[in-house]
């Protein structure tokens, strides 16, 4: 079957529910496919399959970098004894992929797409909450709310520090990244990047001071530690 719909160019809808056939590993061959230039799903339904952890790790993985896939189906994956097959480890893998904390470019670098996921997944209140983020068409501030909110939503001193690494000329691109206003019909929580301006203005005052910024001109280096 990988074969036939990788064929598929025009493909936006693929529903393979309730087919207990394909097994886990049938199922981690359609990775390739998900990477693949032709993958131009929408929708992908894996309702009743027989789905594991393993199974959906490997799904994640390949669903990092897309920009096609809107809405996922991973429900009922079940198995004879009615026991769930995806696990807590399964749902952290797509909590990761929708929003992954390890730093601040991989947050960015997150699946900011896929926003409607059904699951047996109740437990895991950040799954709903990101996908509601990612309801919103504006993808670029959608990594900018992650990042915010994962990143920033303390004034951890540690954090700002993060900004005093970077040369001159990279900071001035990023303060003006998290100094951009929010849409007013934001959809989900929303966070302004004001405090984190406030916080590194108190920390490097002279980062704000035009005559200061003029002598480094330029100048690639990185600021006080």
């Known amino acids: 079957m990988v074969p036939l719909v990788s064929s598929m160019s025009s493909l936006n809808h693929l529903s ?3 087919n207990r056939l394909v097994s886990p590993t049938g199922s981690q061959l359609l990775t390739g496919f998900f990477q693949s230039p032709s993958f131009v799903l929408k929708s992908l339904d894996l309702d009743g399959t027989n789905l594991n952890d393993d199974t959906v790790i490997a799904l994640t993985n390949a669903l990092a970098g897309n920009k096609t896939l809107e809405t996922l189906g991973l429900e009922e994956c079940r198995d004879e004894d009615e026991d769930n097959l995806i696990t807590e480890r399964g749902w952290a893998a797509v909590s ?26 109740e437990d ?12 919103n068409k504006d993808k670029v501030e959608v990594a900018r ?4 909110q ?6 951890d001193a540690s954090k700002i520090q993060e900004f005093l690494d970077m040369d001159l000329e990279l900071m001035s691109t990023a303060i003006s990244y998290i100094g951009r206003s929010t849409h007013d019909n934001w ?3 929303k966070v302004s990047g004001f405090s984190l301006l406030y916080n590194l203005m108190r920390r490097v005052p002279d980062l704000f001071d035009s005559s200061t910024l003029k002598k480094n001109c330029g100048a690639k280096r990185k600021l006080g530690h």
């Open 16 to 18: 393979l529910r309730n």
């Open 96 to 121: 990761n992929l929708l929003c992954n904390k390890l730093s601040i470019m991989d947050t960015y670098n997150s699946n900011h797409i896929l926003e409607e996921l059904c699951g047996d997944n």
């Open 124 to 135: 895991y209140d950040d799954l709903a909450y990101y996908l509601e983020l990612n309801e």
């Open 145 to 148: 709310q992650k990042i915010l």
């Open 150 to 155: 994962t990143h920033f939503s303390s004034n």
């Open 187 to 189: 959809i989900g929580k």
